[in-house]
Nanobody, 120 residues
Framework: QVQLLESGGGLVQAGGSLRLSCTAS????????MGWFRQAPGKAGEFVAA????????NYADSVKGRFAISKNNGKNTVYLQMNSLNPEDTAVYSC?????????????WGQGTQVTVSS
């Protein structure tokens, strides 16, 4: 069983930055493909970014490409989402997800999420 704990959410003004962290339990974190997803009020959840187990490959939603960066520290069992140039449309609950068997999902483990609110 893998447990995921997100942190780093909060309230930020448009144009600002936040860095989200997601720390995972488990001994083989370097094998886990990790992803970030978000869900805004009244909207369906959407993919934000993903990173391979080794951390060498990444993938982003078009809406965040060039503004967000996903990274992985296997020594700390942590994946990060650096979010820059935030706008109110980025307001959502952000959740991380882990796949213990593949780089790109499907993801079988999910965190509880952290709220990100961007004010205009």
């Amino acid at each position: 069983q893998v447990q995921l704990l997100e942190s780093g959410g909060g309230l930020v003004q448009a144009g600002g930055s936040l860095r989200l962290s997601c720390t995972a339990s488990g001994r083989t974190f370097s094998n886990y493909g990790m992803g970030w997803f978000r869900q805004a009020p009244g909207k369906a959840g959407e993919f934000v970014a993903a990173i391979s187990g080794s951390g060498s490959r990444t993938n982003y939603a078009d809406s965040v490409k060039g503004r967000f960066a996903i990274s992985k520290n296997n020594g700390k069992n942590t994946v990060y989402l650096q979010m820059n140039s935030l706008n109110p449309e980025d307001t959502a609950v952000y959740s991380c997800a882990a796949s213990a068997s593949t780089d790109w999902g499907p993801y079988e483990y999910w965190g509880q999420g952290t709220q990100v609110t961007v004010s205009s």
